[in-house]
């Protein structure tokens, strides 16, 4: 086996290990459209913009997978990763609260019937040997929109501003209010310059991905 398989190998059981086994009931959609009220005031506004740490448009996260959605709120909660407004609405949701809410994200605008999405193309010469040196793939699927573990997140067409602040956050260490807790991301995300991951959450936001935002304009 060659060193690229080799290295390639103990990413994806790094992979399969670094991020928590999420224990749930099963969620229901239904029941999580009754519990959305503290998301939809940012994630239900197409182009609404965060302004901590600093500018970004908030996440898309209709089409998400759900139990990534629970990852990501178990996270909050638990402080792994710090941000003082979502810490306060995860503080706030109990874990079959969480499964609901991912169940209905998941399912929210999704379109039946969608063909699955191809192999992503790929970028410049630079940009792909920046996605290879993090063997992105690996756990993120080829397209980008399949993870190999449905607790990791789809990234395919996400918002280059968040992608660019959320790699950051991986980077970010000995703050109180910002960063993320993660052995695999810090790990990757330390290996490039700002720049460098400006221009891969560029490449990865032109992709044709599975999220977006459908508007909501009452609370429910």
């Known amino acids: 086996m ?42 239900g506004i197409a182009g609404y913009q965060a302004s901590f740490p600093e500018v970004h448009k908030v996440p898309m996260i209709s089409g998400q997978g759900a139990k990534y959605i629970v990852s990501a709120l178990t996270a909050y909660k638990k402080g792994e ?3 003082p407004s979502m810490r306060g609405v995860a503080d706030n949701l109990t874990e079959q609260d969480m499964a609901d809410i991912g ?5 929210h605008g999704k379109v039946q019937g969608a063909p699955e999405l ?11 040997a920046l996605v ?3 063997a992105c793939i690996s756990c993120h699927g080829d397209s ?4 190999i ?13 968040y992608l660019f602040v959320a790699l950051k ?30 221009e891969m959450a560029n490449y990865l936001s032109k992709l044709p991905g599975e999220l977006k935002t459908v508007p909501q304009s009452k609370f429910r």
């Open 132 to 134: 290879q040196k993090g």
């Open 103 to 107: 169940a209905y994200y998941e399912a």
């Open 2 to 43: 060659n060193k690229y398989l080799s290295s390639l190998s103990v990413l994806v059981v790094a992979c399969a290990t670094a991020f928590p086994v999420i224990a749930q009931d099963q969620g229901d959609a239904k029941a999580g459209e009754k519990k959305i009220a503290m998301c939809i005031g940012c994630h």
């Open 81 to 83: 990763r710090k941000h």
């Open 169 to 198: 956050s991986y980077k970010s260490e000995g703050h109180a209010t910002w960063g993320r807790s993660n052995g695999v991301m810090g790990g990757i995300a330390k290996q490039y310059s700002n720049a460098e991951l400006k």
């Open 144 to 147: 980008f929109s399949k993870p």
């Open 118 to 128: 191809a192999k992503a193309a790929d970028g410049s010469a630079r940009v792909t």
């Open 149 to 161: 573990d449905p607790s990791y997140p789809k990234i395919a067409g996400q918002h280059a501003d």
